[in-house]
């Protein structure tokens, strides 16, 4: 009998190593994971450099306190602050937190200038931001937050894609609108680059900072370090953490000066955000994506394996509805329930995970093999021929 609470409904599987693109499991079989613990292990598992790292680190310091300098942090902020829109980070733990001290970052900005009633936070309705009180709120789901009440106020919804509901949901108490550049858990749907646009135009127009939750969608996923950097637009604070730590946990807020500057002493804290351990591996993850060409190889190879399940989709379209998504954030989705689909996938060796609207999310390590994209693709193929 297990003595986990029952919040999870777990396959009954096991793994006991993983290496790069796969996992092996306790039963023996060896399974190709296009799930890396839904996007966050983003280099694949066990890589060497990671390993050396974090080996390293744990010889030297694991822990102190963000009431001391932590050095490896401040190398870690300043290459983001250096790679990005941004000028100041904060560590967290995690993309809940992430999200939520997002929210608080945007909330203190106007108080700080003198206006406190600007505290609306206007989201997607059905979005996800994490599992906290207050994200589960910003979510808009009546599946998250049922039972969970009182209602965290200060939150707004409209509909993905319902500018005429967006406009008429902004009032003078709005203080950012929050929305994830491409929605994961919601169904992989991306926001057009010209709704980006004008998001950041009715921010502007509006004084409303614009906070875009890269938490699944960044750090190189897509092919672009961030999912926003097509558009070509600055958001004003943007959470992150899942593939920041390629499987270590760290969550980060970036943000601009402007609204940095309500964060003062004393403001917010964490007793691990930050810690030596997830710096020192944050730093490591950044390099190894920040080499030349690492992005340009996400853009070639998904837009081979996006090329290809379009073809998949072509000869099948009685069972695949649309492939969705951008670089390696994508989204099969069927026309029907998608549950016994991925059972049958996982029969043949292949990991994959649900996410809303049928969707079957496939998200290989960013450093995949263009062998195992073909892996993959094989074994999808052989099941639709069977379905
Ligand atoms: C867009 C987005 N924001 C926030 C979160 C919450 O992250 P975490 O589970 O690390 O708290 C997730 C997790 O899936 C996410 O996809």
């Not at 609470?5 to 994971?33: E, Q």
């Not at 309705?125 to 965290?152: C, D, Q, W």
């Not at 609204?259 to 591996?281: E, R």
Request: with cysteine; charged share 25%; hydrophobic share 40%.
């Amino acid at each position: 009998m297990s003595h986990l609470v029952k919040n999870y409904n777990r396959k009954k599987i096991s793994f006991r190593s993983g290496k790069g693109s796969y996992l092996f499991a306790s039963n023996g079989k060896k399974y190709l994971d296009f799930v890396q613990g839904i996007a966050v292990n983003s280099l694949g598992h066990a890589h060497p450099k990671l390993i050396k790292i974090l080996s390293s680190q744990a010889k030297k310091l694991w822990h102190i306190s963000n009431a001391f300098i932590i050095p490896e942090g401040e190398k870690f902020a300043k290459k983001l602050a250096q790679k990005t829109f941004a000028d100041f980070v904060i560590f967290q733990n995690s993309g809940t937190e992430a999200t939520e001290t997002a929210i608080k970052i945007a909330r203190r900005y106007f108080y700080s200038i003198g206006k406190p009633k600007k505290n609306r936070i206007l989201c997607v309705k059905n979005s996800f931001h994490g599992r906290t009180l207050a994200a589960i709120y910003a979510s808009g789901s009546k599946k998250m937050t049922e039972g969970f009440g009182p209602k965290v106020d200060g939150f707004d919804h409209f509909e993905f894609g319902d500018h005429k509901a967006l406009k008429k949901s902004i009032t003078s108490k709005t203080a950012a609108i929050m929305v994830e550049t491409i929605m994961g858990e919601g169904g992989i749907k991306v926001i057009p680059d010209w709704c980006l646009k004008g998001l950041r135009e009715i921010c502007n127009k509006k004084n409303i900072l614009l906070i875009l939750d890269e938490v699944q969608c960044g750090i190189g996923r897509t092919g672009d370090f961030f999912a926003f950097e097509k558009s070509k637009v600055k958001p004003d604070i943007v959470p992150i953490a899942k593939g920041i730590g390629g499987g270590f946990p760290i969550g980060a807020v970036l943000m601009n000066k402007k609204v940095a500057s309500g964060m003062t002493a004393g403001t917010h804290g964490s007793t691990f955000g930050g810690n030596p351990l997830a710096m020192a591996v944050g730093n490591t993850v950044l390099d190894i994506i920040s080499k030349k060409n690492f992005l340009q190889n996400i853009k070639k190879n998904s837009k081979y394996f996006h090329d290809h399940l379009n073809k998949i989709k072509e000869k099948f379209p009685k069972i695949i509805k649309e492939v969705r998504g951008r670089g390696f954030l994508i989204g099969l989705q069927l026309h029907k329930d998608q549950t016994n689909f991925i059972k049958k996938l996982m029969q043949n060796r292949l990991l994959t995970i649900r996410a809303s609207e049928n969707v079957i999310r496939i998200l290989p390590p960013l450093n995949v093999k263009k062998s195992e994209l073909d892996e993959a693709l094989k074994i999808i193929n052989e099941v639709c021929s069977k379905y």
